[in-house]
């Protein structure tokens, strides 16, 4: 055998070896990838608890939320640790209170309003996680449409849209097969709710104070605890 058949011979096992590492890596990686896939609906309880507009200092209204709980239903695909996407559906109770400062020298001090309502918000969220199925973590973010429904038929409110962002951290424990128990903590930050747009019948001394929502931004903080079904 002459040096060159054995440099041919030496070169076709080299590529024999490389496309075997290849397409074992390769399989390696979908198989991987296969693994750590889930597909999985949601329904989760939570309590809403909500700060308050910061322009009470600047002569304005000050608008908060008071403390609620709601329910959250979520669809979530997970295809690999780096790419996962859910869509939600939440729905809870979100009473708005309007406080008043003094509107002018010498008048009355300002007062409370409460407006009763529902809050339904939907949000897309882009989620990484760990690829361990048993205790899966997670991080999220992601953005929405807050709608805020008036309950109570005033005169002086109106129905409020406003986009939300969301941010979250939480984990999957599995329970069963299929089933498991959803942790989570998530954040939304979003405009108060315009649902004041009216004035106080109210005035001291010929002067009504004016009774609308102010324009600044809150944030909201919802611990959930649920249960998810696994496809």
Known sequence: MTHMHRLLMLAVLWIALEGDVIAYAQNSTRL???SSAQTDV?????GTFSGASTNFDKGQAQQSQADAAGG?????HLHSPLVGFEATYS????????????FFPGGGAGGVESISAFAHEITGDWIVSTTEKSVRLFALAGAGLLLTEPAG??????GSSTAVYVYGVGGDWQLLPRFGLRLQYRGNIHKVPSV????????????????????SFI?????????????
């Open 153 to 158: 038929g005033l005169s002086y409110s109106q």
């Open 32 to 34: 991987e990838t296969q």
């Open 196 to 215: 004041a747009t009216a004035f106080k019948s109210q005035s001291f001394g010929g002067v009504a104070p004016p009774f609308s929502s102010p324009n």
């Open 91 to 102: 729905l809870n109770r979100a009473n708005q209170s309007i406080a008043f400062p003094v």
């Open 72 to 76: 959250m239903l979520e669809f979530r």
């Open 219 to 231: 944030h909201t903080a919802e611990p959930m605890v649920g249960v998810y079904y696994r496809f």
């Open 42 to 46: 949601a329904a989760n309880l939570f």
